[in-house]
C-alpha cells in the first residue's frame, strides 16, 4: 500500500474564494485521481492526473473551476474555484501502485458558507 | 456509469459472517472484480480483487462465480468496526495510459450486537 496525505483535513470557506487541496504520496506513482463525494453520495470521479500531461476531466467537471497541478510523480493539488455552498464536499485524492491497485487519501472535508 | 449493482444495504449479526453480494453482469476479460469499503469519515480502503478464481486475505473472501457475471464478498466473523459502505467495482487487469475506478452507490451494511 501507500500512505497518501491530504491537507487541509477539514476547512470551512467563505462562498466566493478558492481553496487548493494538496495530496502527497510516500512513492511514486504514474496515476492519481481526484475524487468527490457529496454528502450521503458515493464517490464521483473528478478527473485524472498524469504527470508530464494536462489532466483529464470527466463529464461535469471543467479545468476552470478545478483546475489540477501535476509537477511530480509523488504529488498533486486540487484547486476548487470560486466556491459555492454546492461546493462542499469531501475531496478524495487516489493513486495508482505498481501492483495495479488504486487506494486512497483520508480526504479534505471542505465546508463552503 | 458503474457496472455493477449492489443492495443498497444488509444487516448482520456480530460474530456471523457476512456476505455481500455484487452483480456484474457486463464483466469483460480483462477487467477484475475490487472491493473497497467506506467507514464514515474515512476514505475508501481496499480489501481485496480477483479476475476468476476465489481469493483470501486477512479481511475478507472474495467468491467469483464461473461465468464472472457476479460475486460475493465475505467477512468471516463480522464485528461492529466493519460497519461501512462496501463498494463492488469493475476495472480493467491490465495497466493501461487510461484508467479509473467508477463507483456505484454500494451496500451500507449494519452490523448489529
Known amino acids: 500500500s501507500a500512505v497518501i496525505s491530504q491537507k487541509p483535513s477539514r476547512d470551512i470557506c467563505q462562498r466566493g474564494t478558492s481553496l487548493t487541496i494538496q495530496c502527497q504520496v510516500d512513492?511514486?506513482?504514474?496515476?492519481m485521481f481526484w475524487y468527490r463525494q457529496q454528502p450521503g453520495q458515493s464517490l464521483t470521479l473528478i478527473a485524472t492526473?498524469?504527470?508530464?500531461?494536462?489532466?483529464?476531466?470527466e463529464s461535469g467537471f471543467v479545468i476552470d473551476k478545478f483546475p489540477i497541478s501535476r509537477p511530480n510523480l509523488t504529488f498533486s493539488t486540487l484547486t476548487v474555484s470560486n466556491m459555492s455552498p454546492e461546493d462542499s464536499s469531501i475531496y478524495l485524492c487516489?493513486?495508482?501502485?505498481?501492483?495495479?491497485?488504486?487506494?486512497f487519501g483520508e480526504g479534505s472535508w471542505l465546508t463552503v458558507v | 456509469d458503474a457496472k455493477t449493482t449492489q443492495p443498497t444495504s444488509m444487516d448482520c449479526a456480530e460474530g456471523r459472517a457476512a456476505n455481500l453480494p455484487c452483480n456484474h453482469s457486463?464483466?469483460?476479460?480483462?477487467?477484475?472484480v475490487y472491493w473497497y469499503r467506506q467507514i464514515h469519515s474515512q476514505g475508501p480502503q481496499y480489501i481485496i480483487h480477483?479476475?476468476?478464481n476465489n481469493e483470501t486475505n486477512e479481511m475478507a473472501s472474495l467468491i467469483i462465480t464461473e461465468d464472472r457475471k457476479s460475486s460475493t464478498l465475505i467477512l468471516p466473523h463480522a464485528t461492529l468496526r466493519d460497519t461501512a459502505v462496501y463498494y463492488c467495482?469493475?476495472?480493467?487487469?491490465?495497466?493501461?495510459?487510461?484508467?479509473?475506478?467508477?463507483f456505484g452507490p454500494g451496500t451500507s451494511l449494519s452490523v448489529i450486537p
Open positions: 487516489s493513486v495508482r501502485l505498481s501492483g495495479n491497485t488504486i487506494y
Open positions: 512513492s511514486q506513482v504514474t496515476m
Open positions: 492526473a498524469n504527470q508530464g500531461s494536462e489532466a483529464t476531466y
Open positions: 457486463t464483466i469483460s476479460g480483462n477487467e477484475y
Open positions: 480477483g479476475l476468476k
Open positions: 467495482i469493475v476495472r480493467v487487469a491490465e495497466k493501461t495510459s487510461y484508467d479509473k475506478v467508477i
